[in-house]
C-alpha cells in the first residue's frame, strides 16, 4: 500500500532553518516523482519543489528559489525539503505527495499527484 509520511515541522524564528522529510513506501523510486505543497489558512495549496530522479528534473517556486532545496536520498524512498531563511510567509502545512507518471519532469501543479501525505506545520515566528 502506497504512504507518504512528512516529518521534521515546527516552530522557527525568521531567518532560521528547517528540513522536512517525506518517506515513502509502496512506490517504484526509479518511476515517481516527489512534490512539495504547502497551504496557509484561507489560501490554496501551493506547489513548492518538486523533483523527478529520472529526468534529474527539479522546480521550485518563485517564492522559494534559492532558500528551499529538494534532494532525494540514494535509494529514493526518503524525499527532503531544505528550507534557508525561512521568512514568515512561509508558514504553513507542507505536504509531500507521489507523482505516477512514468513521462515527463518534474510539476508543481497538484493536479498529477496521486498520493499524499498528512501534512506538517511549519510556523515561523519570534
Known amino acids: 500500500q502506497a504512504q507518504l509520511v512528512e516529518s521534521g515541522g515546527g516552530l522557527v524564528q525568521p531567518g532560521g532553518s528547517l528540513r522536512l522529510s517525506c518517506a515513502a513506501s509502496?512506490?517504484?523510486?526509479?518511476?515517481?516523482?516527489i512534490g512539495w505543497f504547502r497551504q496557509a489558512p484561507g489560501k490554496e495549496r501551493e506547489g513548492v519543489a518538486c523533483?523527478?530522479?529520472?529526468?534529474?528534473?527539479?522546480s521550485y517556486a518563485d517564492s522559494v528559489k534559492g532558500r528551499f532545496t529538494i534532494s532525494r536520498d540514494n535509494a529514493g524512498n526518503t524525499a527532503y525539503l531544505q528550507m534557508n531563511s525561512l521568512k514568515s510567509e512561509d508558514t504553513a502545512v507542507y505536504y509531500c505527495a507521489a507523482d505516477r507518471r512514468v513521462l515527463g519532469l518534474c510539476s508543481l501543479s497538484p493536479t498529477v499527484y496521486t498520493e499524499w501525505g498528512q501534512g506538517t506545520q511549519v510556523t515561523v515566528s519570534s
Open positions: 523533483v523527478r530522479s529520472r529526468y534529474a528534473s527539479t
Open positions: 509502496g512506490f517504484n523510486p526509479d518511476y515517481y516523482g
